[in-house]
DNA sequence: GATACCTGTCAGTATCTTCTGACACATGGT
DNA sequence: ACCATGTGTCAGAAGATACTGACAGGTATC
């Protein structure tokens, strides 16, 4: 899934822009463009405490960044498999003001 | 000044990320697409505090999104006159994996 | 000299995000 | 039954960021 940056909303963007703008959040998709993994593993792989990269996961799933899915396993384990969405952002000055005008709830509101 | 994605650090890419990552300053930079300004009317158009949007501007030219010149009015008074840098930002699962094998400093270091 | 603009910075507070450790649940093998 | 593996969630500590208000300096006009 490509992310479009034109037409997209102030919120949209804003919340694909936070997804991405931290260090951890960039290994995990770095770690991800190697191949779909599951997340203890990816967890031990990163040396991250689980919760920790449970919750960046799910930061980055709600941008559309990620995928996931449960499978189970031969040995019957339930496990959580994620993968990346082909992603591609294009942010320019006209981009970032068409979304700002296209709505932007942050806890200021304008006149 | 166009930033290239491309042969990007990691640390540099979370620079300009986490720069256009808030809502103020995609406000900002949405009203500098219309054209430069100085600082204190800005505020005012914005309705922000001077000493935060100080603070915001600092952190967008930092990241070189932004570029500004003081300037001596008729009247004799110092203004600081803000623009944007034409940039433009291209993010991909491939431009993030390159980024951080260029090296990250996160103050999480790897084994 | 007082006022009205402009500039910058600083300390302290408030707020949000990140992070840890502990808990609960499930399955299969020893 | 117990241990090892997987899943998820929660409360609270720790840390980073955003924000406010007050201060300092500058020049020109009344």
Redesign the interface.
């Known amino acids: 899934m490509v992310i479009p940056t034109d037409d997209i909303t102030?919120t949209d963007?804003?919340q694909t822009?936070?997804a991405?703008?931290?260090?951890?959040r960039?290994?995990i998709?770095?770690a991800?463009?190697?191949g779909r993994n599951y997340v203890s593993q990816l967890a031990r792989d990163m040396?991250m405490s689980r919760p920790l990269l449970h919750m960046h996961l799910a930061r980055l799933e709600a941008a559309g960044l990620v995928r996931s899915e449960m499978e189970v396993s031969d040995d019957g384990k339930a496990m959580r498999y994620v993968e990346?969405a082909?992603?591609?952002?294009?942010?320019?000055?006209?981009v970032?003001?068409g979304?700002?005008?296209q709505g932007?709830d942050?806890t200021?509101a304008?006149?």
């Open positions: 102030g963007l804003l822009l936070t991405l703008a931290h260090p951890q960039l290994r998709v770095a991800l463009a190697e040396r990346l082909p992603f591609s952002v294009h942010v320019t000055p006209e970032i003001a979304a700002v005008a932007l942050s200021q304008e006149e």
